[in-house]
């Protein structure tokens, strides 16, 4: 009788064990599947402002386009480094001379002897243009020419347009007296075009009209591609 009841009593105990891992084991994996549930609504729900880009392709910026302009382009095989360019160029625009006032530089590799002209390259889709508060008031577009330019009586020195620009070194920048920004206007009120090119010693600057832009960048006159880096261009 008492073994009977001892082998009654260890059953007990088993079907107690397995019980209890039964419900221990559904709890779990109730659980995962609840949170997997969970997890993939969240993604779902996530939403996405961007186009999903193919792995290895940057993301395609839009481009606002405008009236497209002239630009002055810069032969890197012909340059010297003279800096006649940036001396004709603040003498115009300011009447003095000083490397501060000129709308363009001329910057020297310091392991070789190439020289690189950082200007305004007059971008299809100007950033400091449409980063301008006083947008077609200060900073401008001609509607014929399609030049940018800064209208200095109009411009309160903000600054905004110069963080704006793609390029680096920026090509827009604040006068150091007049505290107004200012850029290359390929010199639009000068008949005879950019003073920079026609005072150019060694020719290395060339002036390409607006026609002569091509869609990809290329420059017609020269028969070479615009090496001045302009993502816009």
């Known amino acids: 009788m008492a073994e009977k009841k001892e082998k009654s009593k260890g059953v007990s105990r088993r079907q107690f064990v397995t019980w209890a891992g039964a419900v221990v084991i559904t709890s779990i994996m109730a659980g ?33 386009e405008v ?17 006649v360019c940036g001396l004709m160029c603040s003498l115009y625009h300011e009447g003095e001379q000083g490397p501060a006032l000129s709308r363009s530089e001329v910057v020297r590799d310091p392991f ?38 800064v209208n200095a009586d109009e411009c309160d020195g903000c600054g905004k347009c110069i963080p704006a620009c793609p390029l680096d070194p920026k090509r827009i920048k604040l006068h150091p007296e007049k505290n107004v920004a200012f850029n290359c206007d390929l010199c639009k009120d ?24 091509k869609e990809d960048g290329e420059v017609l006159r020269l028969g070479r591609k615009n090496t001045m880096g302009c993502p816009y261009q």
């Open 190 to 213: 000068r008949d005879e075009g950019p003073i920079c090119v026609e005072y150019c010693t060694m020719r290395a600057l060339a002036y390409v009209t607006k026609d002569e832009r």
């Open 32 to 64: 995962l599947a609840a949170c997997k549930l969970v997890v993939k609504e969240e993604e779902q729900e996530v939403p996405t402002s961007k186009e999903e880009v193919p792995k290895g392709e940057a993301p395609k910026e839009e481009v606002q």
């Open 112 to 149: 070789n002897y190439d020289f690189t002209f950082n200007v305004c390259q007059q971008c299809r889709s100007p950033s400091c243009y449409f980063a301008c508060p006083l947008k077609d008031t200060a900073l401008c577009i001609d509607e014929v020419t399609g030049v940018r330019y």
């Open 67 to 83: 009236p497209i302009s002239g630009v002055v382009v810069h032969d890197a095989t012909k340059c010297v480094g003279c800096g």
